[in-house]
């Protein structure tokens, strides 16, 4: 469905970080492009959450180059805020949303409206949160004044998932996006991912240890291995043991 | 099964939350009630309600000030030397500079609590011990510059002695009385209560209490956002100082001792979790004015003041054993 042959969306190239001296990713690069959902597997401490984090803009990298749509992304505009103009969000892993707090306030982390300047403009979050809810078809999120805590992990991840793409992202990165959920809640959120590409063209990075959901979603598959991204799979190439191997041996 | 038993059993989870929720309310009722049964008209008597009114300002902009640092998971210990502090420099301030000089002391308040700040978030040292600290070196330089002398606060421009400093404000000290402490007192509460619950300062409050990396990973500013807390709520201190110079009509080195724990009593007993995330203004008008009137109910019935304490503690963690939802806070440590 992608012509591969076209302009990345966004390009990786040789990226490598440390932190106090321990390698933590070494010339990691992969593209993406548009509309397509690309999976990063690898085992633990192989550089999956480096990568991801150096691409949302939450760490510098040490050497390599991102190239969105054509241009380099210049060091000194490597930051979480300069990346989310450029239409880069990202769900974190258990990391992506204040539990006590309600659905319209996380979908507007970072962004809160203001009236006056200083007063929050609870009216505008609301409605917005409406017709985001309505946009991902989740029905059963009602009351918007509970804290998200009281509301189960699959309409939590929702919520996560509708914050990275209501505001227009061209590209989300999904950090384990169903680890915590049941299967009912995976199908749940697996159905809205396949829904937001198909509708709005949005592209998404998926981490994922769960290699039936990797083959379910994914287009194409990169492996990381001990801090290296070691080898690129199309879905239809993929053999579970072809990919395990990949993971687990870096082969 | 489970269903059944609870639906049939009075206290279904939904309605412990909602009685949860009153409890402050509950119990202001209940200390009202039953001190007006132990002392009668002595308790329930316009003068000593006057009274109440007078007592409470204080000790409710110190719980406002505590309020917000709680709620963003954090604690100051340090408001009652930084309450003799900024009561002191307020009084220095109107030595100096004429009445308006008092302003002198909301912003000494707003100094101590920038520098808790600053050490707290560029340091990296836990609020409680970073307050601790303070507490000790602030209450030291107030004794250090006021050379253990007080500064009073007159009626008239005529010095008492020739060792005392005083100021003739007779204003202030009306101010300090009570209709005016009592309106003064409504429309700072006012003020914080669209503060607290209407403003993306106060709601962000809450979040850093919530979860504070997750506002981090979306680029909030969480460090310079707590030292703006911390310096509001010196501020607040700054003016619960100029509010009890007036009360008190002095600025004593002695200003404010222990008062810090009642601070966190009164936020306490509102109802509010210590460990952050959560809330409530009106509750913690509530909370201060609790602590008042058991202190003064209990001394009306004639408990002697050591026993007093003994039943605030008791008061403290019954209230907070019921009012403390569980399944907010994670950990209980």
């Not at chain 1, 690898?42 to 939450?58: D, E, P, Q």
């Not at chain 1, 204040?98 to 200083?118: D, E, H, Q, W």
């Not at chain 2, 917000?68 to 009652?80: E, H």
């Amino acid at each position: 469905m992608n012509d591969q042959t076209a302009r990345p969306l966004l390009s990786v190239r040789n990226v490598s970080k440390s932190f106090g001296g321990v390698q933590a990713l070494r010339d990691g690069s992969f593209d993406l492009h548009r509309g397509e959902v690309l999976a990063i597997v690898g085992s633990n401490g192989a550089g999956k959450s480096t990568l991801i984090k150096v691409v949302a803009g939450a760490h510098v990298p040490d050497a390599g180059r991102i190239v969105m749509d054509g241009k380099e992304v210049p060091r000194s505009e490597h930051s979480v805020s300069h990346m989310q103009e450029r239409g880069i969000e990202v769900v974190y892993q258990d990391l992506a949303l204040v539990p006590n707090m309600t659905a319209p306030y996380n979908l507007f982390l970072g962004r809160i409206p203001r009236k006056l300047g200083i007063f929050v403009d609870e009216r505008k979050m609301r409605s917005k949160t409406r017709e985001v809810l309505a946009q991902l078809n989740v029905t059963t999120v009602q009351d918007l004044s509970k804290p998200i805590s009281s509301m189960s992990g699959g309409q939590q991840q929702s919520i996560a998932i509708g914050r990275a793409i209501a505001w227009g992202s061209d590209i989300v990165i999904l950090d384990e996006p169903t680890a915590a959920l049941g299967p009912n809640e995976t199908a749940e959120v697996e159905r809205l991912v396949e829904d937001v590409r198909e509708r709005h063209g949005t592209s998404f990075i998926l981490i994922s240890h769960n290699l039936d959901q990797v083959r379910r979603l994914a287009d194409r598959i990169v492996v990381t291995h001990h801090g290296v991204t070691s080898r690129e799979f199309r879905r239809d190439e993929i053999t579970s043991d072809r990919l395990v191997k990949a993971i687990t041996l870096g082969e | 099964m489970t269903e059944t038993t609870a639906s049939r059993s009075l206290l279904t989870p939904k309605r412990a939350e909602m009685l949860r929720d009153f409890v402050p309310f509950i119990a202001i009722s209940l200390v009202i009630l039953m001190f007006w049964a132990i002392s009668g008209d002595r308790f329930m008597s316009v003068r000593n309600w006057t009274f109440i009114a007078q007592q409470t300002p204080v000790l409710m902009l110190l719980a406002f000030a505590q309020l917000m640092v709680v709620t963003t998971g954090s604690i100051d210990i340090s408001i009652g030397s930084n309450l003799a502090f900024s009561a002191f420099l307020g009084a220095l301030g109107m030595l100096w500079f004429g009445d308006a000089g008092l302003v002198l002391g909301v912003l000494a308040g707003g100094l101590v609590g920038m520098v808790n700040g600053l050490i707290i978030s560029l340091l990296k040292i836990p609020s409680f011990v970073t307050t601790l600290a303070m507490l000790i070196i602030v209450r030291a330089v107030v004794i250090i510059v006021s050379d253990g002398t007080a500064i009073y606060i007159t009626d008239d421009s005529v010095s008492g002695g020739t060792n005392i400093s005083s100021v003739a404000a007779p204003w202030l000290l009306s101010m300090g009385k009570f209709p005016a402490i009592f309106i003064l007192a409504a429309v700072v509460a006012l003020f914080m209560w669209v503060f607290y619950e209407r403003t993306v300062f106060g709601q962000q409050l809450r979040a850093v209490g919530g979860n504070e990396k997750v506002l981090s990973l979306v680029g909030i500013n969480v460090t310079a956002f707590k030292i703006k807390v911390f310096a509001a709520a010196g501020l607040m201190v700054g003016l619960a100082a100029c509010v009890n110079l007036a009360r008190a009509g002095a600025a004593t080195p002695q200003a404010g001792l222990m008062i810090e724990l009642d601070a966190i009593a009164a936020v306490a007993l509102g109802g509010t979790p210590l460990t952050g995330g959560y809330g409530s203004v009106v509750k913690t008008i509530i909370g201060a004015l609790t602590l008042t009137i058991v202190r003064n109910g209990l001394t009306i019935a004639g408990v002697p003041p050591s026993w007093s304490q003994v039943a605030l503690g008791v008061l403290l963690i019954a209230a907070i054993a019921i009012s403390l939802n569980r399944s907010k806070v994670d950990v209980v440590k």
